[in-house]
């Protein structure tokens, strides 16, 4: 093939950029045009004159990796093909020239864009118009410009392809700025756009309210848009595992469990969902571990209840739909998946999809860290082992009923193994849990704080308790396991060949998911405690969780996400919208492009836009800072007592209506304490811990004069429009801590680089949280109240402000709490908030 597929200009460069390495071998990457010219390059890598330097990630889809081959044979060696199919997985090119570029020879063409219909931005813009069909649909409608701005953008991004950062505030009206042009385009070009989200509140408002509006604003008689919402497989009741548990609940629970297991049988017979957000009262764990979907104990088309299963039935639903909503950890599993099998085509945990928009993006860092990593807990031991035997009762016991319900040699020989291998196996994979736990515990509690943990750092292989004992009880536990699996899969086997039946099709499934369990379980104790040299940088702690139910804990998780985000997602998915109220930092973008692996050539990285929220900050809120309260960690017990008062005083100037969120448990708690009993019998008190999220939401708003205490799953997801909140108080800025595991590996990491890790992490960290819990309180253009933050050190340190930087532009007051309460009680009354309190307290001097 000739260099004529090169434009003149891209041969003269890459002669001289091969001239300039003395003839050695240098990689280009190159972009065609649509004809297949290819009209620019640039250098990536220099190498020897025997292999080239083939970078990761350095290309994206459409594009093409060049090299030369100094010999002038054009032929691809054994390394240049398997270069090659690993870069045509994602769509990039890879041809060979000579020195001298007269010859071009291409491997593998680069995925040339599909033909596709652009749309109109403008016209997309005026769908959301005053006069545009989504204000039809909706009867009322408010006319939001940035809105209509931001669905321009989303549109160019459709158009050409891309990646886009745009941050919109409180407001504007995010959700259908970017689901307008996707519905758009779906309907234009038939591709289907995966949304993900971060919080169930986001997903229940797109799918519940926005898209059925969007649907009846934007169908035609040709195109009625479609939806789906896709959740985990444990979210779904398995239908076959219930009638399961149904037929052996003798052995498989206990007395008090079986009245959940008949409930949740009514349940499933009337549901049409058949996810656990659709019952009425959450299960217990072990009776809906016994009873929901699982993809490795799936029997799929053998499955009798498959045409009715909820799961599948949801998967065709988003098979078909024009949009799929996802949470961050169901699109972080379907990219492990994808990853592991190295699927970039077809259905993996999520159908197939060029068109993605992360909303709530900042979250995607920390999901993706934990579904990328390796995970083993004490209960989680417990359970899988459970799972097997428990008080008589689970699948050891059943498989035994099975046997003896058999008089033939085989069944005989099969009981035998049950006893001999699995029985006893169980038993030795109990004792050494138990011992690798205690110990574990035990070092655990050598660690300083009331909620210790411990960073398993390289040199944690020197630690004592390896002599002392944790080394021998490792080995037993791992080579239990092996045995427990080893015999599980055997009797699995065994029964397959004894009755091949599709009735004996759910305790194969059961038996060989245990075995995969097991597998994974043995994986991570491995990766958690004794990692293989030479493995990718990870973050690995052991932990005691769980409020209630203490639990002993280790992970291990990348160090760094932004190169498997980067290749592995950005440089292979089309186009891809990141939005949230709180992308930048100061109205700054790096933070969390340096995070997610966003340093992208601007061919790829096409926008970054801050649309600032509507609402009329100045007038509708008041934004108070003491600056005569102790600095929360130079003084904990002071700033508490300083919390407490402020809360009891603002409470009475505003007659409740108020969130005052913490970033740590202990410090509401300690609040909770002080001011109970002087409030709780004047204000509803909600704190959290003291029931369900959700239900603790709604009676705050049923209430009107409510106090919450939250932490924090209150900082954001949370919407409360209206009177009921009036008041927000932010404890403290919402700092990491920085000796949490992750954390401190990633400060370390930046400090190694030569970077501070509390400016570039800490810091901008905090902005973007304090920025989403202040998003709590003004959520209409009739909200009107006060946040005051009670962290001096915003408006005395230099970070500060940075930190405040990117807040809505609120009427701000600072100064002694004296003075800041004034402000209060003069915005207060201006808006008439608290008037009813007034009167009353008026009432009692007359």
């Known amino acids: 093939m000739s260099a004529e597929r090169l434009a003149p200009a891209v041969r003269e460069l890459l002669r001289a950029e091969i001239a300039a390495a003395h003839g050695r071998e240098v990689s280009f990457v190159a972009r065609p045009d649509p004809n297949g010219l290819i009209v620019e390059a640039r250098v990536v890598a220099r190498g020897t004159v025997d292999a080239v330097l083939a970078l990761p990630g350095v290309a994206v889809r459409g594009e093409l990796l060049l090299h030369n081959h100094p010999s002038g044979v054009l032929e691809p060696s054994g390394a240049d093909l398997t270069v090659a199919a690993r870069l045509h997985d994602g769509g990039v090119g890879f041809g060979i020239v000579d020195n001298d570029v007269t010859d071009c020879y291409v491997v593998v063409e680069c995925v040339r864009p599909r033909a596709t219909t652009r749309i109109d931005p403008i016209d997309v813009a005026a769908l959301l118009a005053p006069s545009g069909s989504v204000a039809r649909a909706l009867g009322s409608f408010e006319d939001r410009p940035t809105q209509r701005d931001m669905a321009a953008y989303v549109a160019d991004l459709y158009n050409e392809g891309g990646v886009g950062m745009l941050e919109a505030g409180t ?61 985990g497989w444990r979210n779904y009741v398995c239908l076959s595992r219930l009638d399961q548990a149904r037929e052996q609940e003798d052995s498989l629970f206990e007395d008090e469990r079986r009245a959940e297991l008949d409930a ?23 009776v809906w571990d016994a009873v929901s979907a699982e993809s490795d104990l799936c029997t799929r088309l053998k499955c009798p209840h498959f045409d009715r299963c909820f799961l599948f039935q949801a998967r065709r639903r988003a098979a078909e739909a024009d949009v799929v909503v996802v949470n961050h950890h169901l699109l972080a599993s379907d990219l492990a998946v994808r990853m592991a099998s190295d699927n970039w085509q077809e259905a993996a945990v999520l159908p197939p999809y060029r068109r993605l928009v992360l909303d709530e993006a900042h979250h995607l860092e920390d999901v993706a860290a934990m579904h990328l990593g390796a995970q083993v807990s004490r209960l989680g031991v417990d359970r899988l082992l459970s799972r097997l035997e428990k008080n008589g009762r689970g699948l050891l016991p059943t498989l035994r009923s099975v046997l003896f319900g058999r008089d033939d040699l085989l069944s005989a020989a099969s009981r035998d193994l049950v006893q001999q291998s699995l029985v006893d196996g169980l038993a030795a994979a109990r004792r050494a849990a138990e011992d690798v736990f205690t110990r574990l515990a035990r070092r655990l509690d050598r660690e300083p704080g009331p909620a210790p943990v411990l960073r398993l750092r390289d040199e944690f292989l ?30 699995a086997d065994r029964l397959a060949l004894d009755d091949p039946s599709e009735r004996r099709a759910q305790l194969l499934g059961e038996l060989r998911g245990v075995v995969r369990r097991l597998d994974a379980a043995a994986a991570g104790l491995t990766a958690t405690l004794r990692p293989p040299l030479g493995g990718p940088a990870a973050v690995r702690w052991l932990e005691r969780r769980g409020r209630k139910t203490v639990n002993l804990s280790l992970a291990a998780v990348p160090l760094d996400l932004a190169p498997i985000l980067k290749e592995n997602l950005f440089d292979r998915i089309e186009t891809v919208v990141l939005t949230s109220a709180t992308l930048a930092a100061g109205g700054d973008f790096s933070y969390l492009e340096e995070r997610l692996g966003l340093d992208l050539p601007p061919s ?30 130079d003084d904990e017990s002071g700033h508490g007592a300083a919390v407490a008062r402020v809360l009891v005083e603002l409470a009475h100037a505003s007659d409740g209506g108020m969130f005052v969120l913490f970033t740590s448990h202990a410090a509401l708690k300690r609040a909770a304490d002080a001011v109970r009993n002087s409030i709780a019998g004047r204000w509803p008190l909600f704190i959290q811990g003291e029931g369900q999220r959700d239900h603790l939401l709604r009676r705050f708003r049923e209430a009107g004069s409510g106090i919450l205490l939250g932490t924090d799953s209150f900082w954001e997801g949370v919407d409360v429009p209206g009177r009921a909140l009036r008041v927000l108080i932010l404890a403290k800025l919402p700092f990491k801590v920085p000796s949490e595991p992750l954390t401190a590996a ?16 800490l810091v901008p960290n905090a902005a973007l949280k304090l920025k989403q819990g202040f998003g709590r309180l003004i959520r209409s253009r009739s909200d009107v109240g006060a946040v005051v933050l009670l962290d001096r050190r915003a408006v005395t340190k230099p970070y500060g402000a940075l930190i405040l930087e990117g807040l809505p532009r609120a009427s701000r007051v600072v100064g002694h709490w004296a003075d800041v309460l004034g402000a209060c009680e003069e915005f207060f009354a201006r808006h008439g908030i608290g008037a009813e309190e007034r009167a009353v307290e008026g009432g009692r001097e007359r």
């Open 171 to 231: 407001g504007v009206g995010k959700s259908y700025a970017y689901l307008v042009p996707a519905l758009v385009w779906a309907r234009e070009n038939g591709e289907r756009t995966v949304v993900s989200t971060n919080t169930i509140n986001l997903q229940e408002q797109l799918v519940g309210k926005d898209l059925p509006i969007l649907a009846r604003a934007l169908g035609t008689g040709d195109h009625s848009p479609s939806f789906a919402l896709l959740k």
């Open 264 to 286: 949740l049988s009514a349940w499933a017979a009337r549901t049409s969902d058949g996810s656990l957000a659709d019952l009425p009262d959450e299960p217990s764990g072990d």
């Open 462 to 491: 020197e630690d004592a308790v390896w002599e002392e004992g944790l080394g021998v009880a490792l080995d037993n536990l791992l080579l239990a396991f092996s045995r427990l699996s080893e015999g599980t899969a055997m009797i």
């Open 604 to 633: 790829r990285m096409k926008v970054r836009e801050i649309h600032a929220s509507p609402f009329d900050f100045a007038e509708q809120c008041l934004f108070g800072i003491p600056t005569d309260f102790p600095e929360p960690r």
């Open 746 to 761: 990633r400060l370390e990491r930046l400090e190694a680089r030569g970077l501070n890790g509390f400016a570039h992490y």
